[in-house]
């Protein structure tokens, strides 16, 4: 399967040490509570989802003590065996010897080490017949003396003042951003009743209120650094390293080229980059298309490659560099570039009523098209075109991340996307401008220049204006124009302009004043204002008076008296079909592993923690495919597989089961109640995962 990123890994050793915690527990509880059947029962899930993550990630001597415990509470189950002194004993030695594995993941990122002794034992007592436990520890004791003989003596155990990180949860996080964003509001309404008091303090020029008033605007100013100090590191909190996304790339990348007849290298750049957890899951996704763009489209078959006097290998580089408060990720290829005679030609074919335009376009001006939905310039279909991998998927992924895509390309040499997106979601950089006394945002991610010009510089074509910018003519329009009755140049003496652009077209927009850059945290829309697509959110200003963001994509769309900026009219109709799969299980590592696959094919993926949610996700939402464990607490596989079937919207849908349980018995039960496809985790990898959901779905 394709290499597991360090996140992964992360979350299973953390996994595996609450599991191995709570295992304790319950082996304490058991022995207590021996016929408690719901202590035995989520006693043997534990084991088996400790089992089950480490035959998926390779760690088999974690897998091999996981599963002989397994086996004795199996016997102890069937009454087999009695949970006597001598078994807990054993059960903790081993579980004392699984927690040294993980330290030793932690340390060398292998488990390998001699545990022979102890799946001897536990395999005798599984089979009822009599152990000398104390043997057993005086063996561990002696192997453990022997140990320190070369080991400080004090790294033995982790002390408490060693541990340097906590466990926090992403939605704790956000609660605490969510305070913060409160604190912020409350500090400008302390910054408008300080305006009042300078107000009264002039108006009476009274001593003592300027006093307070110096010290209250001074308490305000130290108040205001605190929050915004507090609110970078919390944001700092939720930030996680690009290279969990980057890395790996370099494996799907060999595996889809060699599935394509290519051979293909990945070069990237080790990289300390950290960004928003939020723009991480998008930006996944992203790349994965902008990948597969190069690979299906760019790279050449190496013999093709060699015929052009070219290395047989080619080259995919994705590089990222920050710059201030964004990043520019670059993602390069060494292919044929792109043919843009030949978009040219589609172009005009599929958009017939604007030929004319289209024949003297640039070649930037011609990469529009490329971003549009059901655009492409190949005659065949492969593997990776048949799935409807159009750039268009990723303009709409740039554009929830507030960022910005270019591509330059160049025929024969290859062609680079260039991604520009911010940090973190949380605060939103742009411009405050006014038009016709009303104040707005306009996000900076649009925003390509800020111009002044006359009145007579205007150029009048056709009954629409135009202004001459580096050799180019941009048509211009007044903001108050979508407000108003306002219609053209009402107000013609403004002449503040705002070049934005959006798929490689650009206006100008002209507005009253352009006030200042802020950077600030955005609030969600009102209720009243939700039908007001040209709005996307709020912020407060210093006055802590609401001001509206403009959503420019939906603006340049208002504008549609200028031909060739009316961008829906020209969208194709059909969309590419996007496959919805519920991952259900309770182990979060392996959700985080199984849908990391998933979503590295292209499928869009919720994951469910056992079956009831999965149950009602899947009332909610309608599926393409589940996949799901055997084994859940409230509801497992067998019985929410059962209930899907009585759905008559899940009559037919794919449902699919991966458990580490072969037993020819529960494999018949499953075929009874419909399910198409069964995955045990000892042959569990990245290829027959992604090949049996794609048969099932046919795609």
């Known amino acids: 399967m394709a290499k597991i990123s360090a996140d992964i890994t992360e979350s299973y050793l953390s996994e595996v040490s609450e599991l191995l915690e709570s295992t304790r527990k319950d082996v304490l509880s058991l022995k207590a509570a021996p016929d408690n059947t719901e202590i035995l029962t989520r006693l043997l899930r534990g084991l088996h989802t400790i089992k089950g993550n480490s035959r998926m990630l390779g760690y088999s001597t974690v897998e091999k003590l996981s599963h002989a415990v397994e086996d004795i509470y199996k016997s102890v189950k069937d009454s087999k065996i009695k949970n006597t002194d001598r078994l807990v004993r054993l059960v903790f030695f081993v579980a004392d010897k699984m927690g040294e594995c993980v330290s030793c993941i932690k340390k060398s990122g292998t488990d390998e080490m001699n545990v022979d002794l102890y799946l001897q034992y536990c395999d005798k007592l599984a089979a009822g017949e009599l152990i000398d436990i104390d043997a057993l520890s005086a063996e561990i004791r002696r192997e453990k003396e022997g140990r320190l003989e070369n080991e400080d003596e004090d790294s033995e155990d982790e002390q408490i003042s060693d541990i340097q990180s906590i466990r926090i949860k992403i939605s704790r996080v956000n609660e605490i951003i969510s305070s913060i964003d409160t604190m912020i509001t409350r500090e400008f309404r302390l910054k408008h009743q300080l305006d009042q008091l300078r107000m009264i303090e002039e108006s009476t020029d009274n001593h003592e209120i300027s006093k307070i008033r110096k010290q209250f605007e001074s308490d305000i100013f130290a108040l205001e650094t605190s929050i915004f100090s507090v609110q970078d590191q919390v944001f700092d909190l939720r930030m996680l390293p690009i290279s969990i996304v980057l890395r790996p790339f370099e494996n799907t990348i060999a595996i889809e080229a060699m599935q394509l007849g290519k051979d293909v290298r990945c070069n990237i750049p080790e990289t300390d980059v950290a960004i928003d957890k939020v723009i991480l899951e998008q930006l996944n996704d992203i790349l994965m298309h902008l990948i597969r763009n190069s690979l299906d489209h760019g790279i050449e078959l190496p013999e093709v490659r060699k015929a052009a006097g070219k290395n047989p290998q080619g080259t995919i580089s994705i590089s990222c560099v920050r710059e201030t408060k964004h990043i520019v990720l670059t993602i390069s290829d060494d292919g044929q570039g792109i043919d843009f005679e030949k978009v040219r030609a589609k172009a005009s074919a599929k958009y017939v009523e604007r030929a004319d335009e289209i024949k003297?376009?640039?070649?930037?001006?011609?990469?529009?098209?490329?971003?549009?939905?059901?655009?492409?310039?190949?005659?065949?279909?492969?593997?990776?075109?048949?799935?409807?991998?159009?750039?268009?998927?990723?303009?709409?992924?740039?554009?929830?991340?507030?960022?910005?895509?270019?591509?330059?390309?160049?025929?024969?040499?290859?062609?680079?996307?260039?991604?520009?997106?911010?940090?973190?979601?949380?605060?939103?950089?742009?411009?405050?401008?006014?038009?016709?006394?009303?104040?707005?945002?306009?996000?900076?991610?649009?925003?390509?220049?800020?111009?002044?010009?006359?009145?007579?510089?205007?150029?009048?074509?056709?009954?629409?204006?135009?202004?001459?910018?580096?050799?180019?003519?941009?048509?211009?329009?007044?903001?108050?124009?979508?407000?108003s009755e306002q219609k053209g140049f009402r107000n013609l003496d403004a002449d503040s302009i705002l070049i934005v652009e959006y798929m490689e077209q650009k206006i100008g927009i002209i507005v009253d004043q352009v006030q200042q850059y802020v950077s600030l945290v955005v609030k969600q829309l009102p209720n009243a204002f939700k039908n007001f697509s040209i709005l996307q959110g709020i912020v407060f200003d210093e006055h802590y008076d609401i001001v509206p963001i403009l959503h420019v994509p939906d603006i340049l769309k208002k504008f549609k008296s200028l031909r060739g900026y009316d961008i829906k009219k020209y969208e194709a109709a059909t969309k590419k079909r996007i496959i919805r799969i519920l991952v259900i299980d309770d182990s979060d590592t392996t959700r985080q592993i199984e849908t990391s696959i998933l979503e590295s094919g292209g499928f869009a993926v919720d994951a469910a923690v056992d079956g009831i949610d999965g149950l009602e996700k899947a009332k909610a939402k309608q599926y393409d495919l589940i996949l799901c464990d055997k084994d859940m607490p409230r509801m497992n596989g067998l019985v929410l597989l059962d209930n899907l079937r009585h759905m008559e919207q899940y009559v037919d849908v794919p449902f699919i089961v991966i458990s580490a349980d072969t037993n020819p018995s529960i494999l018949e039960q499953f075929k009874r109640l419909g399910v198409n496809a069964f995955i045990a985790k000892g042959d569990f990898n990245r290829g027959n995962l992604i090949n049996a959901v794609r048969n099932l779905v046919n795609e």
């Open 360 to 483: 003297d376009m640039s070649d930037k001006e011609l990469s529009q098209f490329l971003f549009m939905s059901g655009f492409s310039t190949k005659d065949n279909v492969t593997e990776l075109s048949g799935r409807g991998v159009g750039l268009d998927v990723v303009w709409t992924n740039v554009e929830k991340i507030k960022g910005r895509i270019t591509l330059e390309s160049t025929r024969g040499k290859g062609t680079s996307f260039m991604l520009r997106f911010p940090l973190s979601l949380s605060s939103l950089q742009g411009l405050f401008i006014f038009s016709n006394g009303d104040k707005y945002l306009i996000p900076s991610q649009h925003i390509v220049d800020l111009i002044y010009r006359k009145k007579s510089e205007y150029i009048t074509l056709q009954n629409q204006s135009y202004i001459k910018l580096e050799n180019q003519l941009i048509p211009v329009f007044a903001l108050s124009s979508l407000f």
